[in-house]
């Protein structure tokens, strides 16, 4: 089984922490993320308890160790910030659904981020 890398900080990652959602739109067309140059894919979870997955789109191409992918954010019902970043293992991607425990967990850092998300992220 491939182990978890270290979270790779970008501030794409960080633009989601302590930020609120609309997940109203993003659950209408879902929500497009840019490539991720790490093989795992990220959840998001909001203080209210809503599950943003970004879930593997389409694999795109190998580049060095690590996968290529597209992700996209599915599943949004509510509105919510977002209070923590987890790191899932590829295996635990089965036709698109989530089947094994979440690998790691990211606390918010509520000083770094507190603006609003109010369009989609491309």
């Known amino acids: 089984m491939t182990e ?4 790779m900080r970008t501030p794409w990652c960080d633009s989601f ?3 609120k959602v609309d997940m109203n739109l993003a659950g209408q067309r879902g929500w497009q993320a840019p490539v991720l140059s790490r093989n795992f894919p990220l959840s998001l979870k909001a203080k ?3 599950s943003i997955l970004i ?3 389409e694999p795109s191409f190998q580049c060095g160790s ?5 992700w996209i954010i599915m599943g949004l019902e509510e509105h919510g910030r977002i209070e923590s970043l987890e790191y899932l293992p590829v295996q635990s991607f089965e036709n698109g659904n ?3 425990k979440h690998m790691e967990l990211f ?3 509520e000083e770094l981020f507190g603006e609003e998300i109010d369009r989609v992220l491309c």
């Open 48 to 50: 209210n308890g809503s």
């Open 66 to 70: 690590h996968a290529i992918y597209f």
């Open 55 to 57: 879930k593997k789109f």
């Open 4 to 7: 978890t890398p270290p979270l």
């Open 107 to 109: 606390p918010t850092d």
């Open 98 to 100: 989530v089947t094994h």
């Open 17 to 19: 922490l302590g930020k």
